[in-house]
């Protein structure tokens, strides 16, 4: 059963558009939320997040949206560079828990 | 710090062999985590150790799964027997009692082929 669900397994955008990467849950006892960008050879590293107490969190030409209603976050890139071709991982978790529930991925090229 | 370190970085083995995948976590912390890539499932966890004792291995898909963290320095994850829908990339991440939960660390992962 997958709790975190990124439907869309690959993206290509245009160098200076923005990118948008979408993730649904299901399990409503989520209240954190992340997402993980990882390149080949490398494990994901940490790349913004969010409380379920908001709706919105910005940190430079990254902007994670939260719609608890809809069970939905999506991750905006604006403007894309090249160096954002990645494969982005989304990831939610619920106080008290440890352990990060992580989503398939979305690999996102950037073209020039 | 040369963060989470894994080995190997790639293994190929037979069907029915025994894998062993090996984890160093970064010094001090106290939270290990094994994850495996694979492309339908994305990273799913295959268990985790606070204090190098096992505490959650429901995600351990079958007895021929087996992990330990014999001290704080070190863990692994055996396979055995090994059959090809193992093959996979796995993770391993670490993460200190005083790091938030994006103070996941992540090693560079090994890949896994078994034919």
């Known amino acids: 059963d997958q709790q975190v669900k990124q439907n869309s397994p690959s993206l290509s955008v245009q160098e200076g558009r923005i990118s948008i990467l979408n993730c649904d849950y299901t399990?409503?006892?989520?209240?954190?939320f992340l997402w993980y960008k990882k390149y080949p050879a490398e494990g994901p590293t940490f790349l913004i997040s969010i409380s379920s107490i908001k709706d919105k969190n910005e940190d430079g030409r990254f902007t994670v949206f939260l719609n608890k209603s809809a069970k939905h976050l999506s991750l905006h890139i604006v403007p894309s560079q090249p160096g954002d071709s990645a494969v982005y991982f989304c990831?939610?978790?619920?106080?008290?828990?440890?352990?990060?529930?992580f989503g398939q991925g979305t690999r996102l090229t950037i073209n020039p | 710090d040369a963060g989470v370190i894994q080995s190997p970085r790639h293994e190929v083995t037979e069907m029915g062999q025994e894998v062993t995948l090996r984890c160093k976590p970064i010094s001090g912390h106290n939270s290990l985590f094994w994850y495996r890539q694979t492309m339908m499932r994305g990273l799913e966890l295959l268990i985790y150790?606070?204090?190098?004792?096992?505490?959650?291995d429901s995600g351990m898909p079958e007895d021929r799964f087996s992990a330990k963290m014999p001290n704080a320095s070190f863990s692994t994850l055996k396979i055995q027997p090994s059959e090809p829908r193992d093959s996979a990339v796995y993770f391993c991440a670490s993460r200190g009692s005083r790091q938030l939960l994006y103070g996941y660390t992540f090693g560079s992962g090994t890949r896994l082929t078994v034919v």
């Open positions: 150790f606070n204090n190098n004792v096992p505490i959650d």
């Open positions: 399990n409503s006892m989520f209240d954190y």
């Open positions: 990831a939610a978790v619920y106080q008290g828990a440890q352990k990060l529930v």
